[in-house]
């Protein structure tokens, strides 16, 4: 057993069973990645209208797993503590600068990112489109928070950011280059092209490591390609919930011990 938690906190990218050898789905057309990993990250899943509000204890206690992701050595994302605190939409405004990511959040729902561009406007991509919509408007009720801290790049000036969202509204459907809105919107802050659709080249090297905070001293690692493969199971997380992530990983061993009993990764 003590070989197999090794090979879990370990577990390259290509070792992960697929539904399909060749990473094609059907429905999808090419897929980059294995069934076990990525499901579709899609911000258009959701159905029209506000989401139910729930009481904000509730969301502040919402089950978000700390993560970090590595580039070989170097840390460039961290997501853990302060961090994970939100506000209302309302509350948020006044704390929103042009040039800013805002993140919005709800349990159970991929989290949706924009740009804040001022006078209460944000850009997004939404509904395989850029879209300038007001910022309240966007959060469909969830709760949100700027989040121009988790990823370390050195980011572009606040105008440059404006004018790189800006520049993009109404692109739609084939004219995209992003997969979701965390990728278009870090695209307008940091301009890397690791953020668009085949912007890395993929030669067989695994550069990229997924670093899930099981607790205190325990967690558990992923390789990807690239760092797009790598945000879409990120995502795939925070929407499914910490709680699921463990139970995920202990049944793909069909391990007899419990989740809490994964062996440290470090």
């Not at 879209?131 to 469909?140: E, G, H, N, P």
């Not at 969202?165 to 739609?172: C, D, H, N, R």
Request: net charge negative.
């Amino acid at each position: 057993m003590g070989n197999q938690m090794e090979k879990l906190t370990h577990l390259s990218y290509r070792e992960v069973p697929t539904a399909d050898p060749l990473g094609l789905d059907p429905d999808d057309g090419p897929r980059i990645g294995v069934s076990y990993i990525f499901s579709a990250d899609d911000d258009e899943l959701e159905e029209p209208g506000v989401v139910d509000r729930v009481p904000e204890q509730e969301r502040e206690l919402q089950d978000e797993l700390e993560c970090s992701v590595f580039y070989r050595e170097e840390c460039i994302y961290q997501k853990g503590g302060a961090l994970l605190s939100t506000h209302s939409p309302e509350s948020l405004l006044s704390r929103c600068k042009a040039g800013d990511l805002v993140e919005f959040v709800c349990p159970n729902q991929y989290p949706h990112w924009a740009v804040f561009v001022g006078d209460f406007q944000v850009v997004h991509l939404h509904r395989q489109e850029v879209k300038s919509s007001f910022l309240t408007d966007a959060s469909r009720g969830r709760r949100g928070r700027v989040v121009n801290e988790l990823y370390r790049y050195r980011a572009r000036s606040p105008q440059d950011v404006v004018r790189a969202a800006l520049g993009q509204v109404g692109a739609k459907e084939q004219e995209l280059c992003w997969r979701n809105s965390e990728c278009f919107a870090a695209w307008c802050r940091y301009g890397r092209r690791e953020f668009k659709v085949g912007g890395e080249l993929r030669i067989g090297k695994q550069p990229y490591r997924l670093r899930l905070q099981l607790s205190d001293k325990k967690s558990h690692t992923l390789e990807f390609q690239s760092l797009e493969d790598l945000i879409m199971e990120r995502r795939r997380n925070d929407q499914v919930g910490r709680a699921a992530v463990l139970q995920e990983l202990a049944g793909h061993l069909q391990a007899e011990e419990p989740p809490h009993a994964l062996h440290n990764s470090d």
